[in-house]
């Protein structure tokens, strides 16, 4: 790490911050360079917030022009479209962020950052995506692994009181706080491709299934386990499951072909990966979940993912981009997810209409929850920038209506379930 | 959709926000952006240059104008066509009167002062409007709900008061860097440029009587034609030196403790003063607060910590400086953080005397937020408070009573949540604030003054602004400006009295009543006479019960995040103004749950823990509360779940 002294300007400004992650911390960040592509509401929440903390350089994208209801939830630039007549997004962003802080350098890149190369990456710590389709999260999640540097990676996702950020710091290695002094602390995260395979929010063939049957039912094809009769063994399928098991146990499990012991008589819910996804698949880990969280963030993460299939699945079909669909589109949509939940013999029960309806409606940005995210997402950035606390692990999850602010650790391969 | 349907209920309302800071910045920002069309807004502070990384509506150019006023443009540019009200004034003063307060639909507080915080709580009370009350420090936060009959009210928790230390802590055996802070800053600094006619306790020691004070009350005299440097190091050796030799001679004192060690100047620093760099006529001439030891003596990292020649160079530097540059304000010297040269002599006044008690030396960046209290801070935590204000708000407005959450921002996630809401307390019934609960007070009435009950009880404690207090129909003491002359004098001489030679004697068994009419607010005291109180662990002299404090433990100095430890001192007044944002209590992870009362977790679905569930919730039992206070008001940190020893932590399904 470089010694160089902040300067005296720096010390004065920073004072509140430095007493909070230290002197070091506040160099490290004054040395990164941070991008972002696709701005909203959230995203010029979170852009206000590593701005103000003092990164060395934020780079923003996003050539769409700006018009007067193009983010509902901004605060950079007023509503006079003279202001901003014949420029893009990111270039009114950027004027009024150099403002906020004259030891920041914001820039613009334009362009479409799926299409650049990889070697593009390069100059950034961190990247921050916002506003496109899966697909393109993934390609830019890929190319960003596969850089020679360690590039922290994050999605952010906001509609209506629903709010998420997805984390990859890759392998990540920090000073962990400890009552008695520091240990290294290691933690291995999944790409949004393994993710993807894993079948969360996967599409066509790596679709996850998930259903919630009682046990009962998956016993009349499950030969009963003689040594432990309260315990029931799944038969062999070609598929995997990962299980959850209600009552009075709550577990995620792992199965591979060798099949998993459960209690009897427990409500059983089961994820269905095809025979066709990926390695990594197999060898995931769940770790125990307290049951009132999972289930709010399942119920949650459920709907969120299968819905966004279907709706990603509409607006790929209609050439439309991420976040253009709006409620004149449900009847399309709606039918849509029929045939999709047909096609895959999935109970369309899982994917409500009322809550299709609820995010199709709301794609108006609600001003707290960008607040809330893109703080959240904010403290994170500085977190894996600085190495000063403990990194979420890897998504996070916050919801108006319940208000909590949840985090799970999903698809990790490496980490040792938590014994119950 | 939920969004738009707030849209009706948002437009209409009437909110006023207390507090143009770190949090109402954030909060302004907010509220203007959901669609809040009238929103009045008091702050009496003006912008400093370290608001400038959090409170992103000021810019280097506004530092000096009031918070509200710049604020307010600021919302307006992105938002012209909503109403913003401001106000540059102090949210006690008798404007914001009950009438005021009432025409507000939900008042939202982002204030930094626990003072504060209480009046407002009160004018809420009395007014009937709901408040949104919040908080934060560094990666912490708060937000609760307090509506009258539905909900606790702010006070309805006891609060943190100040720390105090025993007075022969800080004069003769300190153990911790925090108490040789409070020296040097609250009796050296204090007796050196302050008030001549203050009162001071620098030459007291628990051995010696007021025979030797005479001749030490010279010692910090300047004699004719003295050298300032001659001058300053002889303070230097009388209190770092002569006044240790002394406390040496009391044995008794030091049979558990290490002996300090005596420091004469001349033993550090054998040679006049010289500089590395520029010298004093370096020195930016015209504004004397740019005045600095550490620039003449060519210092220039305040994150180093200096060696004790360093310490005793800047001691004598700034000593010097003081004289030469500043010598018009000594006698009315205040310590402020904000005052380079008066940091630098505190940062090595408290280093010289930590190193004589061989307590760890500290950098000025250190000492800087102890002696000044400084409050750690950051955007984004204030940013999702603010958010999470805003949603508050709304259901208030939409009066989704059973919505109603408090919701913890915390640093590390308890139950995998970072941002966890709980169920609002109901109110506690033997509040004295919210409900008519009389207080019991325990006091030598024959020899507590009724000045000592006013400052120490009625403002510091009760929080009262305009007290009056009356025992039967006798008034004892009332403050205002439509007073007669005689009543003030009156007054007055009631406050030199003890308790039970007052007018109307007051005696064990007596009640008191305490009112405040601007807050609305009257509480009952029961008096029970004592004679004798613990000098050390009862520094009033008085107790008062009926409202539990909560203890107060040091937490442990956490260096390497340069935590501090807030401290204020006897010597403290109960308001320094000082511009420190935000925040106050946080239980990380579970709630304290006072007898009787029930704070929930907001999930509630079927009642059974399951065996991960239930080691989850080890876990979180096992996480300390964290109480924590800001400003004025102390920072605690329970660092080992000591504090609950005798309180119970319950989660309900």
Not at chain 1, 38 to 62: H, Q, R, W, Y
Not at chain 1, 224 to 235: A, F, G, N, R, W
Request: hydrophobic residues 35%; charged residues 25%; glycine residues 6%.
């Amino acid at each position: 790490m470089e010694n160089e002294e902040l300067t005296e300007q720096e010390t004065a400004l920073y004072d509140r911050q430095i007493r909070v992650w230290g002197v070091d911390a506040q160099r490290r960040l004054s040395k990164s360079h941070i991008l972002v592509s696709g701005v909203s509401g959230t995203i010029i929440e979170f852009c206000k917030n590593i701005v103000l903390a003092g990164v060395g350089s934020l780079t923003l994208m996003d050539d769409r022009m700006v018009t007067v209801d193009a983010i509902s939830a901004n605060f950079l630039f007023p509503p006079d479209e003279d202001m901003f007549r014949g420029k893009s997004l990111a270039e009114v962003c950027c004027d009024a962020l150099k403002d906020f802080n004259p030891m920041v350098h914001v820039s613009v890149q334009k362009g479409d950052l799926s299409s650049f190369d990889g070697d593009f990456y390069d100059k950034f710590s961190a990247v921050v995506v916002n506003c496109c389709s899966l697909p393109t999260k993934r390609l830019i999640n890929e190319k960003c692994r596969k850089r020679p540097k360690r590039i922290a990676f994050y999605t952010l996702d906001c509609r209506d009181s629903c709010g998420e950020i997805f984390i990859d710091l890759q392998n990540y290695i920090y000073e962990q706080k400890k009552l008695d002094g520091t240990v290294e602390c290691q933690l291995q995260y999944p790409s949004f491709e393994t993710l993807v395979e894993l079948g969360k929010l996967g599409v066509n063939s790596n679709l996850a299934l998930s259903c919630s049957i009682p046990l009962d039912l998956v016993c009349e094809s499950v030969t009963e386990s003689t040594k432990e009769p309260d315990l029931v063994t799944l038969p062999v399928h070609p598929a995997r499951y990962v299980l959850i098991f209600e009552e009075s146990k709550w577990i995620f499990g792992c199965v591979n072909f060798d099949g998993v012991s459960a209690p009897r008589r427990s409500t059983l819910r089961v994820f269905l990966y095809s025979p066709f996804s990926c390695q990594e698949a197999v060898a995931v880990h769940w770790s125990t979940l307290p049951r009132k969280v999972s289930k709010v963030y399942f119920g949650m993460r459920d709907c969120m993912s299968l819905i966004r299939v279907v709706i990603e699945k509409f607006e790929e079909a209609e050439g439309r981009k991420a976040g253009e669909t709006s409620i004149a589109d449900l009847p399309s949509i709606l039918k849509l997810k029929k045939e999709l939940c047909q096609a895959e013999s999935f109970n369309e029960y899982h994917i409500p209409d009322s809550l299709l309806q609820r995010l199709l409606m709301g794609t108006m940005e609600h001003p707290p929850v960008c607040a809330i995210i893109g703080g959240i997402l904010g403290q994170e950035v500085i977190k894996a920038i600085s190495g000063k606390g403990d990194p979420l692990k890897n998504f996070f999850f916050f919801d108006a209506m319940d208000g909590k602010g949840i985090i799970e650790d999903i698809g990790s391969t490496n980490t040792e379930p938590e014994q119950p | 959709m939920e969004f738009e349907q707030q849209l009706e209920v948002i437009k209409s309302a009437k909110v006023l926000m207390v507090g143009a800071g770190g949090i109402g910045c954030e909060l302004l920002k907010t509220l203007a952006l959901s669609g809040f069309q009238d929103i009045h807004i008091i702050d009496m502070d003006t912008i400093e240059v370290s608001n400038l990384n959090r409170q992103f509506l000021f810019r280097q150019s506004h530092v000096g104008q009031s918070k509200a006023k710049v604020a307010r443009d600021a919302v307006l540019r992105f938002r012209p066509n909503i109403n913003i009200t401001p106000y540059h004034a102090n949210v006690k003063g008798p404007e914001f009167n009950i009438d005021f307060f009432k025409q507000f639909n939900v008042v939202l507080n982002g204030l930094d002062n626990l003072d504060a915080r209480r009046h407002v709580n009160r004018l809420c009370l009395a007014a009937g409007v709901p408040l949104v009350e919040s908080g934060t420090t560094g990666f912490l936060g708060q937000v609760t709900v307090h509506v009258k009959g539905k909900t606790e009210c702010y006070e309805c928790q006891p609060k943190p008061t100040p720390k105090s230390y025993p007075v022969c802590t800080i004069t003769s055996t300190p153990s911790k860097f925090v108490h040789c802070i409070v020296w040097a800053k609250d009796l050296l600094f204090a007796k050196l440029f302050g008030d001549k006619n203050q009162g001071n306790d620098l030459n007291t020691r628990s051995s010696d009587g007021a025979s030797s004070s005479d001749n030490a009350e010279d010692a910090f005299e300047r004699r004719a034609g003295e050298d300032s440097e001659h001058y300053g190091r002889r303070i230097y050796d009388h209190v770092f030196g002569y006044n240790i030799e002394m406390a040496l001679g009391n044995e008794e004192a030091w049979k558990n403790r290490d002996r300090p060690k005596p420091i004469y100047s001349g033993d550090v620093l054998p040679e006049k003063l010289s500089y590395q760099n520029g010298n004093v006529e370096d020195c930016p001439n015209g504004d004397p607060s740019s005045v600095s030891a550490m620039a003449s003596l060519g210092l220039k990292n305040p994150q180093d910590i200096w060696s004790l020649r360093e310490n005793t160079r800047v001691f004598l530097e700034a000593f010097k400086l003081f004289f030469g540059k500043r010598e018009k304000e000594i006698g009315n010297l205040i310590f402020d953080k904000d005052d380079q040269l008066a940091v630098e002599l505190v940062t090595a006044a408290a280093n010289i005397r930590a190193a004589s008690f061989g307590i760890p030396l500290h950098s000025l960046f250190e000492a800087k937020g102890i002696a000044g209290n400084i409050v750690h801070a950051v955007a984004t935590t204030n940013a999702i408070i603010a958010g999470l204000i805003v949603i508050e708000a709304i259901k208030v407005l939409r009066g989704e009573t059973n919505k109603y959450r408090m919701t913890y921002c915390l640093e590390h996630p308890a139950r995998k949540m970072l941002l966890m809401p709980v169920e609002p307390f109901e109110p506690n019934k033997s509040c004295y604030v919210c409900s008519e609960t009389p207080l019991s007070l325990e006091v030598n009435t024959r020899r507590s003054k009724l000045r000592d009950f006013v400052d120490k009880i009625v403002k510091s404690k009760l929080g009262m602004n305009l007290p009056i207090i009356m025992h039967g129909s006798t008034l004892l003491y009332e403050v205002g400006d439509d007073l007669e002359e005689d009543e003030v004098a009156n007054y007055t001489a009631n406050l030199e009295k003890v308790l039970a030679e007052l007018p109307s004697p007051v005696t064990s068994g007596s009640v008191l009543k305490v009112e405040d009419l601007q807050q609305e607010f009257t509480c009952n005291i029961n008096v029970k006479h004592r004679e004798n109180f613990d000098k050390e662990k009862e520094p009033d002299g008085m107790l008062l019960s009926g409202w539990t404090e909560i203890p107060t433990p040091e937490k442990e100095n956490d260096s390497s995040l340069g935590k501090e430890e807030i401290v204020s001192t006897p010597y403290q007044t109960a308001s320094l103004g000082t511009e420190n944002d935000d925040l106050e209590i946080i239980p990380a992870g579970v709630d304290i749950v006072p007898g009787g009362t029930k704070r929930k977790l907001s999930d509630i679905s079927n009642a059974t823990t399951s065996s991960s569930a239930g080691v989850l919730d080890v876990t979180v039992n096992s996480q300390k509360p964290e109480v924590i206070d800001d400003d004025n008001d102390v920072v605690v940190m329970i660092d080992g779940g000591n504090l609950n020893a005798n309180k119970k932590k319950k989660m309900l399904e």
